[in-house]
């Protein structure tokens, strides 16, 4: 029998009643026979739901909270009205106390990160914590960070944000030397914001245990160029849910081209197992899920709007860092490159 | 007869010796017969090109140019070796002259924004000039700017790109209030970055001759929500680059499906039809040519990979906007805003 892995799940987030939750579990369930749940949120309401998932049932429990976080709260007044009552904190706090492994909720990101940082702390040597997203290329998948925990990070910043990147890439990757860059939008090195350029400077001139390429530009994060991609949440922000956009406008482009005529329509249906592909790979779920990087823990947001694959697919990647030990892994790769880094 | 409009053209910028310049020029001269073109450049192989195509040869002038800027020469340098001397240079100032209505290069952005800036000088009030990008909708066009000139931009400078961003689209799309949006990563006000929120705070506590709108993130570009979106050129350049590679990566995963069977094949001779209309929406020709504004003279960069239309649909942009009296209209504009506009 393996060792269990304890997962606390805000029960209270995400939108549309968070309906994708149990539906979620029962897939990771069926992929790590491991898990152990631990469900936070209103114990009447978890218990009305869960009876119609037996098999979940006996894999966990529930913790009643109190309070909840609005969706559009600010993080300020979440933590004055939430504090050691809602759901979300409760959820990080069985982190804190080493009774969950990781947490997952898909609730308020401001909130989730305005908590996590309060309860888990920052590593040490680590000025801010990050949120990491998995973006989809032609070639795999990349890590883009940070993608809006900071807003406008200075050179200490985009060098944790590589060493923490880095390290993720080893776990979830599996590689020894993984790929940074620096998202920038010249290649030569006279363009960029000075801190950008500092960064490089440092990053550059050591023998770290990433392998550094420099800067990129953003049409080619989608290359699969690099298997990081460091930036500030500001930029990274925009980057994301600009490509997200592009791709929901090339689908509406794709579904008025295809209802245009019938023999586009025929068309459509003999290469549709082709573009079922397609539709996969366009899919956001497993980009679903942005991880807290440089806490005291896993953390894991889910998107408020997902499904069950995409909550399960969140929750699986919280598991396989729990499993290469993330969390130790960064804390030795912060430790090591400190010793050598000198901001001034 | 129709008032003739001049148009400068540098004819050494450009990848692949600028072959689309000549067909670019023929295309153009067939919609606007009006067009009287100045090519700057070497005059022997000026000369050797443009005898294939007599029609364009009646309404031409060669002016010949000893020096030219090379693609990837750093600004400073193109200004040191380039004054006076080069064609990009002498196309310029054949606009501050007078004797060119417009200005288009396919040639080195940097040396050309430097150049533009030194011989026809920012306009009164407009602390930086942008580079404004015409970016596809699913409703229509959207121009974001900056793109690329600037990097991080203060208060000042985004309420400017409104000014400027507002008056193109009341030329461009023939708009009387245009909408007005400015970029960021959250649509509620508490987010941004310091000189943003300030921006939001000015536009939306004015009456202007455009609608502001508040706050949009990079999603909801695609989606043509507003006619004008503004941000810094570092911010801009690295969404407009991840649209861009966003576009090519989907684009790549439709190849590969279509290319997995048979059927797939069959399915795609179907449609094909339809599947052009996509592909013409994915063309970037239309957005090819940033427009450099805030200016005193219209200046317009082409890509440098462009083909024959895309160098053409730049200038027509530019005939457009020549036709508005865009540079009186922005010129009326900010002047009339700036007395308003209090920036402390």
Redesign the interface.
């Known amino acids: 029998m393996k060792q269990e892995i304890n997962i606390a799940i805000d029960f209270m987030g995400g939108d549309d009643n968070a309906s994708f939750v149990l539906h979620g579990l029962r897939l990771t369930y069926e992929k790590y026979p491991e898990s152990r749940f631990q469900l936070f949120g209103d114990e009447d309401l978890i218990r009305s739901k869960i009876k119609n998932f037996p098999d979940l049932q006996n894999i966990s429990d529930i913790i009643h909270c109190e309070t909840f976080v609005r969706m559009?709260e600010?993080p300020s007044l979440s933590i004055k009205r939430g504090r050691g009552t809602s759901s979300i904190w409760k959820a990080i706090d069985s982190v804190k106390n080493g009774k969950s492994d990781i947490i997952i909720s898909a609730g308020n990101t401001g909130a989730l990160m305005a908590m996590s940082t309060l309860i888990l702390k920052t590593m040490s040597e680590i000025q801010r914590p990050a949120i990491a997203a998995i973006w989809p290329?032609?070639n795999g998948e990349t890590i883009v960070l940070d993608v809006?925990a900071t807003?406008?990070s200075n050179t200490k910043q985009l060098v944790d944000f590589s060493i923490l990147g880095a390290s993720m890439a080893q776990s979830i990757f599996d590689l020894d030397q993984p790929r940074v860059s620096l998202?920038n939008?010249g290649e030569?090195e006279?363009?960029?914001?000075d801190e950008i350029k500092k960064a490089h400077d440092i990053l550059k001139s050591g023998s770290y245990f990433f392998n550094y390429q420099g800067f990129v530009?953003?049409?080619?994060?989608?290359?699969g160029v690099s298997d990081v991609i460091v930036?500030d949440?500001?930029?990274g922000?925009?980057?994301?849910?600009?490509?997200?956009?592009?791709?929901?406008?090339?689908s509406?482009?794709?579904k008025?081209?295809?209802d245009?005529?019938l023999?586009?329509?025929?068309?459509?249906?003999?290469?549709?197992?082709?573009?079922q592909?397609?539709k996969d790979?366009?899919n956001p779920s497993r980009l679903n899920g942005g991880v807290f990087l440089g806490l005291n823990g896993i953390v894991i947001k889910s998107h408020g709007k997902t499904d069950p694959t995409g909550f399960s697919s969140a929750i699986d990647l919280g598991i396989d860092m729990h499993k290469s030990s993330l969390i130790l892994k960064i804390q030795k790769n912060v430790n090591e490159l400190n010793k050598e880094l000198n901001f001034d």
Chains 1, 2 share one sequence.
């Open positions: 559009d600010k290329t032609i809006g807003i406008g998202l939008i030569e006279m363009k960029g914001l530009e953003g049409n080619l994060i989608g290359k930036t949440g500001f930029t922000n925009v980057a994301l849910k600009t490509a997200e956009g592009t791709a929901a406008q090339i509406t482009y794709f008025d081209a295809i245009r005529s023999t586009a329509k025929l068309g459509y249906l003999f290469a549709k197992s082709a573009f592909t397609l790979k366009m």
